[in-house]
């Protein structure tokens, strides 16, 4: 380094500190980029530039990497640990030639490794991003360009507080050299892909131009679908084509968002000041791969799970802090109120009906538009749930936008699109009141000014909060497994939905369900819920509430459900320290120790966050209460058991095994709980530890509820097997709240009308019920006396009670209906046999009048 750099560097240090406040993305490169410590490391940054390597200076030693002003020695040379691709023009904008010299430094780092087997140097790209601000589509400016000396400056003082040092993963050299050769041409295919790479990753993070609005507006106009359906209209309502025009735009007005990059700005400070004042933490887990995502071009669509109203401005949060651009997000027509709706939309929001049906306009509009987001390469959110879950279980997924996605693919899309799951959990919500008055029967409070105010007044810290993505799916490849012609389709001028749209729709949304699930995070709050839930008297001492969650976090870990699950890394005293610090427990202490307990209003409330992860325990639940009830069994009883009621499981839970895994799965899960001692397994029997009954007791409960349901409903089905669907859904809904109330059942998810239409929809899919709607009652019975064999008997006496009384009083309604029936028919024909017997007994007055005068 000359005397000048080193100048240069000191006199830059101190305005940098005061001035530049960079966030580094990802904030832990050594696990998300798989990056060695133990191997050389190398800098690669995009263009010459003094700030930008003293930035990534500052934030390579906050994280724990190589300083790159450090010297690194390969094969007894010194050479340095950062390079340059391209010079930055100068103070006079005077260009060096600097493309060579890098290209000559990487010749020489493929040769060094020609030399030495051993030797594996990493490449590490680094691009210091001062501002991510897309600009506009009516002013093109090039994606990356260099800055001279008055240009860094004013970007330092205008965008310091908005610096991205941005890492991407890193290139093995040693890779290159054993599979592409070490020749000069590799070194020039190395720097080329480097500037794609630096292209895209700032695109990636800007995003695409912004529209022009009304550009926008003239552009639908104008497009093909909403021409021909305007003159349709105009047809039909014999109105002229400008007044439906005129319409078609005001629905293009209410929809369509108008994004703003200093909204975002200002928003990412004052959300970050929220988030602090709510949660203790946001732990986001694997969004490394969202980004590889955006950087190789793809469409995102984000589908997540929705809890809260907080899940809008938390996802952009997250993915603002990511290095990624917030998304567009579909928000219902309920939020466009004054004056969070201008807000709203200026942060990505465009507001969407709750209904289409019988406006054809609408729909083609909205369909256009969001073709047009997909087109220009905005990335998308919706809610596929359609509304927050009440309940804390994710809802079967309402299937139009995705429909509508496909559609735009149908287009002619160039780019592939990818459907990215997103899991988002709370250890507390802030509605779940309301959303337990709700169930109650309370209607549902209209989003107002007020509302959101005294919302902000309640604000208080609500624990820790998750963003977990999860896996990816990629609607192309996905189509060309399922549908191998699904591109015949394509027309750019009409939108298609040609015949295997709608199932294809259908199973694509199981399946994006499914991988939401699959990302679920376990939390302290929610692991103390399931526990003291499945307590008789919802309570337990303080030592068998620790050693249960351990139980749980020990299933977790060592019989992981998903590879996109997370857990915390708090020990399970830990995790019941920081349940009980969110005051929701009553804790009572006498000379033993400490009882911790659940009041019953809030019993209820923490079934909703029981429910966020009853998932990921229901094998082992099931496993543990079938054990239980029981007591020895061998392993092919458990097998057979678990196969016949797993289908009604994965259909309501969105459980990802298939029935060909469970074999393996069911012995993973049985030796687990054989190591933790709840169980006793040989390659046979299986018995209960009476030592651990109490640990086996907790987690059996936990599926308790969900198999007293499926009794329910079978033995409707089992005494009337002529029922049709929609009175087995609502009777079945019926009985389960009865029980609830005779049993003191508090979970609103019981009697959940949503669950039991998932339960009968599954027992026409596996055959119980067939396609004439015709009762299959050897399979039904069969079920039954498993489920029979599960259930407490003061449950099965209670529900076949109920199910005969219900039944009872159907007769009754019935006989009632016929008696009244006949007494309408008598009363109907009582005048004509009244009139029958007058004109009888006349006819028989007038022959007795007539006999004398007859001859004898």
Not at 840 to 849: H, S
Request: charged fraction near 20%; glycine fraction near 6%.
């Amino acid at each position: 380094m000359s005397h000048w750099q080193r100048l240069t560097r000191a006199t830059l240090r101190a305005p940098l500190s005061l001035l530049v406040k960079s966030q580094s993305v990802p904030a832990d490169p050594v696990q998300d980029l798989g990056l060695s410590l133990d191997r050389p490391l190398v800098y690669v940054l995009p263009f010459r530039s003094n700030t930008d390597l003293l930035t990534l200076r500052r934030d390579a030693l906050k994280l724990g990497l190589p300083d790159p002003l450090t010297p690194i020695e390969i094969n007894g040379q010194s050479m340095m640990r950062y390079a340059f691709l391209d010079n930055g023009p100068s103070l006079m904008n005077r260009q060096r030639d600097l493309p060579e010299l890098t290209q000559a430094w990487l010749s020489q780092l493929l040769h060094a490794h020609q030399q030495d087997s051993e030797l594996d140097v990493q490449l590490l790209p680094a691009s210091v991003l001062w501002g991510r601000k897309p600009g506009h589509e009516n002013k093109a400016t090039p994606r990356l360009t260099a800055m001279n000396g008055l240009q860094k400056l004013w970007a330092i003082l205008t965008q310091g507080r908005d610096c991205l040092v941005r890492l991407s993963r890193p290139v093995s050299i040693r890779y290159m050299a054993d599979n592409h050769g070490t020749d000069d041409a590799i070194a020039q295919k190395l720097a080329r892909v480097a500037r794609i790479h630096f292209s895209r990753q700032q695109l990636a993070a800007s995003g695409p131009q912004l529209p022009n609005r009304q550009a926008l507006f003239r552009r639908l106009l104008n497009s093909k679908a909403i021409e021909k359906i305007v003159n349709e209209e105009a047809k039909r309502r014999d109105e002229p084509v400008e007044k439906v025009q005129k319409e078609a735009q005001a629905m293009m007005d209410e929809i369509a968002a108008n994004f703003s990059y200093g909204l975002v700005r200002s928003g990412d400070r004052i959300l970050g000041w929220l988030w602090n004042r709510l949660y203790k933490g946001i732990n986001v887990s694997h969004a490394e791969q969202v980004r590889q995502l955006a950087q190789e071009g793809h469409e995102i669509v984000y589908v997540p799970c929705h809890r809260s109203h907080m899940d809008y401005l938390l996802l952009s949060y997250v993915l603002y802090h990511q290095g990624l651009v917030p998304p567009h997000i579909a928000a219902g027509i309920n939020l466009n109120f004054f004056p969070a709706g201008p807000i709203f939309r200026r942060g990505g929001a465009f507001f969407i009906r709750r209904s289409f049906r019988g406006n054809k306009l609408y729909s083609t509009v909205f369909r256009e538009y969001l073709a047009e987001l997909f087109a220009r390469g905005y990335s998308v959110e919706y809610f596929s749930e359609g509304g927050r879950s009440r309940t804390g279980r994710l809802l079967t997924a309402k299937t139009g936008m995705l429909a509508m996605t496909i559609q735009a693919m149908l287009r002619g899309l160039k780019r592939p699109v990818t459907l990215v799951p997103v899991y988002i959990g709370y250890e507390h919500v802030m509605e779940v009141q309301t959303y337990a008055k709700e169930l109650r029967g309370k209607r549902k409070e209209k989003e107002n000014v007020g509302q959101v105010l005294r919302t902000i007044r309640k604000l208080r810290n609500l624990g820790q909060g998750y963003v977990n993505f999860g896996e990816p799916i990629q609607l192309n490849q996905y189509l060309n497994q399922n549908v191998p012609n699904w591109y015949e389709a394509i027309n750019p001028l009409e939108p298609q939905k040609p015949s295997w749209m709608t199932p294809t729709v259908n199973q694509l949304a199981g399946r994006m369900m499914t991988h939401i699930n699959s990302a679920a995070a376990l939390n302290g709050m929610s692991l103390c819920a399931m526990a003291l839930l499945a307590s008789g008297q919802r309570a337990l001492s303080r030592q068998d509430l620790i050693a249960q969650v351990a139980c749980y976090l020990d299933l977790a870990r060592e019989v992981p459900y998903s590879a996109f699950s997370t857990m915390p890394n708090q020990s399970a005293e830990e995790l019941v320290d920081s349940a009980i610090a969110m005051d929701k427990f009553v804790i009572e202490k006498d000379a033993i120790g400490e009882i911790i307990s659940l009041t019953r209003h809030e019993s209820i409330l923490m079934t909703y966050y029981r429910n966020n992860i009853i998932h990921l325990f229901a094998l082992p639940s099931l496993i543990a209460h079938i054990a239980l009830q029981y007591q020895n069994l061998t392993r092919d009883e458990l097998h057979e058991q678990i196969v016949a009621i797993y289908p009604l499981l994965k259909a309501e839970l969105f459980m990802p095994f298939e029935q060909a895994q469970l074999p393996e799965i069911i012995d993973s899960i049985l030796a687990e709980l054989s190591r933790q001692q709840l169980l006793r397994c040989d390659n046979i029997h299986i018995q209960i530890n009476r030592a651990r009954l109490r640990s086996v007791q907790l987690l059996g409960r936990t599926i308790e509820e969900t198999l007293q349901r499926y009794c329910i409903s079978l033995t409707v089905l089992a005494s009337r097997p002529e029922i049709a669907q929609s009175d087995l859904e609502q009777q079945s809904q019926m009985l389960a709240q009865r029980l609830s109330r005779l049993h003191g059942i508090n979970a609103p998810e019981f009697f959940d009308k949503g669950v039991f239409a998932i339960l009968v929809n599954t027992l026409h899919q596996e055959g119980y019920i067939d396609a004439e709607g015709q009762t299959q009652l050897n399979q039904v019975d069969g079920l039954l006396d498993i489920l029979n064999q599960l259930i407490s008997a003061d449950m099965k006496l209670t529900i076949a009670a109920v199910a005969e009384h219900h039944d009872d009083e159907d007769a009754s309604e019935k006989t009632d209906t016929s008696e009244a029936s006949a007494s309408n028919a008598i009363a109907e024909k009582a005048p004509d046999t009244e009139a029958k017997t007058k004109n009888e007994v006349e006819v028989k007055e007038a022959q007795e009048t007539k006999a004398p005068s007859k001859p004898a």
